[in-house]
């Protein structure tokens, strides 16, 4: 669990503390906006968020000129998994709430890294048996062209989960999808958003970027809220090749059993 060690440091100094949560309040700010609410100089700022970055507690984008930085809650949902649930199953009401707070906002940046190959990592987003491992058992199915369209689908749910249209296709550096959830009526109402899969690699490692834009102001959280537990498997899948129990995995599970029994 070394991995772990940059985020405990990082979260151990009160500032960075204070970073994060101006990023809670206000997510996507430059280092300008972020040095103007601290008595400290642009510089010292700089260095704390570049001890957040490493930790994966911060993620950045280019916009222009701008630097933009996101608080990214999957280093969070690690932590969880490794002393949280692992002890204390009670508390997970709680920080479920605090990682739904944590998300809301229109443009939804996670970052992770994942001691991979660029292409073992392409395959796990593309193959439908892989995708199943981590991403609560369910299935997705295309062929992969560009402007193709894709379904994602579980066989303990009645109907498709997310369809949509493979929009840029660049093996194994970037994929973008837009996004149209179909579960249920209240986030099918709530139409087509975009997800975009960037592949970088840093070493033996790849540091993937998954971005999940063009959402309402206010959009139903269920639409993203996910994107931590599947990344969190996905890693788990192809660092240590078992698969994460989460709590959407548990719900997925309970789904199909219940079927099976009905259809029994």
């Given at each position: 669990m070394r991995y772990m060690d940059p985020v405990f440091k990082a979260l151990a100094d009160p500032t960075r503390r204070e970073l994060l949560d101006e990023l809670f309040?206000?997510?996507?700010?430059?280092?300008?906006?972020?040095?103007?609410?601290?008595?400290?100089?642009?510089?010292?700022?700089?260095?704390?968020?570049?001890?957040?970055?490493?930790?994966?507690?911060?993620?950045?984008?280019?916009?222009?000129?701008?630097?933009?930085?996101?608080?990214?809650?999957?280093?969070?949902?690690?932590?969880?998994?490794?002393?949280?649930?692992?002890?204390?199953?009670?508390?997970?009401?709680?920080?479920?709430?605090?990682?739904?707070?944590?998300?809301?906002?229109?443009?939804?940046?996670?970052?992770?890294?994942?001691?991979?190959?660029?292409?073992?990592?392409?395959?796990?987003?593309?193959?439908?048996?892989?995708?199943?491992?981590?991403?609560?058992?369910?299935?997705?199915?295309?062929?992969?062209?560009?402007?193709?369209?894709?379904?994602?689908?579980?066989a303990g749910a009645p109907g498709g989960l997310i369809e949509g249209e493979n929009l840029q296709v660049d093996p194994p550096r970037r994929l973008v999808q837009s996004f149209r959830a179909v579960w249920d009526d209240d986030v099918a109402a709530e139409g087509t958003s975009r997800v975009t899969w960037e592949i970088e690699p840093v070493g033996d490692s790849c540091r993937l970027t998954v971005t999940h834009d063009q959402l309402r102001d206010g959009a139903d959280e269920h639409l993203y809220g996910g994107w931590p537990m599947i990344l969190s498997g996905l890693k788990t899948w192809l660092e240590t090749g078992t698969e994460l129990t989460t709590p959407g995995s548990l719900i997925y599970d309970a789904r199909r059993a219940s079927r099976r029994t009905v259809r029994g």
């Open positions: 309040r206000h997510d996507g700010q430059t280092l300008g906006a972020l040095t103007s609410r601290f008595a400290m100089t642009r510089v010292a700022v700089a260095k704390h968020l570049r001890l957040l970055e490493e930790a994966g507690l911060v993620g950045s984008q280019r916009r222009g000129r701008e630097k933009l930085h996101y608080l990214n809650p999957v280093p969070i949902r690690l932590v969880y998994e490794r002393w949280v649930n692992k002890y204390t199953g009670a508390w997970a009401a709680g920080l479920s709430d605090l990682k739904r707070d944590l998300e809301d906002n229109v443009e939804k940046v996670f970052e992770i890294y994942i001691q991979t190959s660029p292409e073992r990592l392409w395959e796990a987003i593309t193959d439908p048996e892989v995708r199943a491992r981590y991403q609560f058992g369910a299935r997705i199915e295309s062929d992969w062209a560009p402007g193709s369209d894709y379904t994602v689908e579980h």
